[in-house]
């Protein structure tokens, strides 16, 4: 019976945590843990002054609780499908930490890149693509 329960609940954590290869343009739940909700979306970043015309998914954690959190994570990505990362190890570049209030939220914006991931470039057809992501190793720990 335990052996059924630790394999359902691992189906479950894969299920939970599939990488993303569809990209909304509006907010949508990724996974939701220990009181916070980490949301994505597409945007349009266009750069006129610097001649960049991007799209990036932007990234949002919400802390739904009363207290104040540490979350972290990693980011794994994907770009035209092949991988661009080792399998098993997790480079410094790929971690977010951040300290988010109680009952707030941090979101990703175009003009940084802490929660926010290149997509594509609108008029550069032949730069690769984002065409998945996974968030891995999220931890939410109560300050």
Known sequence: MR??????????MLMSFSP????PEEWTLYTS??????????????DVQNGLYQKKVLIKVVNTLDL???????YRKWFDGVANFEEGSISDE??????????SSIGGDCATWELALYQSF?????????TKFELVEINVEVK
């Open 122 to 130: 609108k008029d550069k057809e032949e730069v690769a693509k984002l």
């Open 68 to 74: 104040d959190v540490h979350v972290y994570f990693a």
């Open 33 to 46: 843990q220990d009181g916070v909700e980490i949301y994505y979306m597409l945007s349009d970043c266009d």
């Open 94 to 103: 790929q971690w977010r930490l951040m300290d988010i209030p109680a009952n």
């Open 20 to 23: 993303v290869d569809t990209f």
């Open 3 to 12: 052996k059924i329960l630790s394999l359902l609940a691992g189906a479950l």
